[in-house]
Antibody, heavy 117, light 107 residues
Framework: QVQLQESGPGLVKPSETLSLTCTVS????????WSWIRQPPGKGLEWLGY???????NYNPSLKSRLTISVDTSRNHFSLRLSSVTAADTAVYYC???????????WGQGTLVTVSS | EIVLTQSPATLSLSPGERATLSCRAS??????LAWYQQKPGQAPRLLIY???SRATGIPARFSGSGSGTDFTLTISSLDPEDFAVYYC?????????FGGGTKVEIK
């Protein structure tokens, strides 16, 4: 059973860079696709982007210029960096991955990131 | 970007009743559609994938139907643990998107 755990600062100042890491256990990051999804408080879900085990990425066009997703196979984790954040980036950030269905069957518990000075 | 519109926004039902949730896509997503359940403070849980297939461990009272632009999630008889928010999501082409959600609340 794959398990995912997000980690990173819970508070980021406006205009700075939000950085989160998702640690994968119970499975190898050297397979499948690894995604970041966010959910502003009280709102719906937004798929930010994903990275494959080979390092190829796909980013949501709404964030493309600010978003970087990377993978570290030696540490079995993948990361998100979102630059030039504003209050609109305040959200619970989830990492997630597929199972055999090719849909998001495994999710982290989510981490709330607040953008505020 | 494909927009998924879910209706109704809120469904007020009693335990034991049948719930019918709708998801409409702005263009065809073929059968590349999933349904998720989310409870407060929890991550979403995959229920249905490819329109009609139940995910691992999902009870038979959950069923999905549809293809193209119109999809339905049916809960045949609501269990108290089924009161939650439900989202549809497509993976037809990037960016993959979610619908706005339907909240199933206790009447």
């Amino acid at each position: 059973q794959v398990q995912l755990q997000e980690s990173g600062p819970g508070l980021v100042k406006p205009s700075e860079t939000l950085s989160l890491t998702c640690t994968v256990s119970g499975g190898s990051i050297s397979s499948s696709f690894w995604s970041w999804i966010r959910q502003p408080p009280g709102k719906g879900l937004e798929w930010l982007g994903y990275i494959s085990y080979s390092g190829s990425t796909n980013y949501n066009p709404s964030l493309k210029s600010r978003l970087t997703i990377s993978v570290d196979t030696s540490r079995n984790h993948f990361s998100l960096r979102l630059s030039s954040v504003t209050a609109a980036d305040t959200a619970v950030y989830y990492c997630a991955t597929y199972d055999h269905s090719n849909y998001l069957a495994y999710w982290g518990q989510g981490t709330l990131v607040t953008v505020s000075s | 970007e494909i927009v998924l519109t879910q209706s109704p926004a809120t469904l007020s039902l009693s335990p034991g009743e049948r719930a019918t949730l709708s998801c409409r896509a702005s263009q065809s997503v073929r059968d590349y559609l999933a349904w998720y359940q989310q409870k407060p403070g929890q991550a979403p849980r995959l229920l249905i994938y490819n329109g009609i297939s139940r995910a691992t461990g999902i009870p038979a009272r959950f069923s999905g139907s549809g293809s193209g632009t119109d999809f339905t999630l049916t809960i045949s008889s609501l269990d108290p643990e089924d009161f939650a928010v439900y989202y549809c999501q497509h993976r037809s082409n990037w960016p993959f998107t979610f619908g706005g959600g339907t909240k199933v609340e206790i009447k």
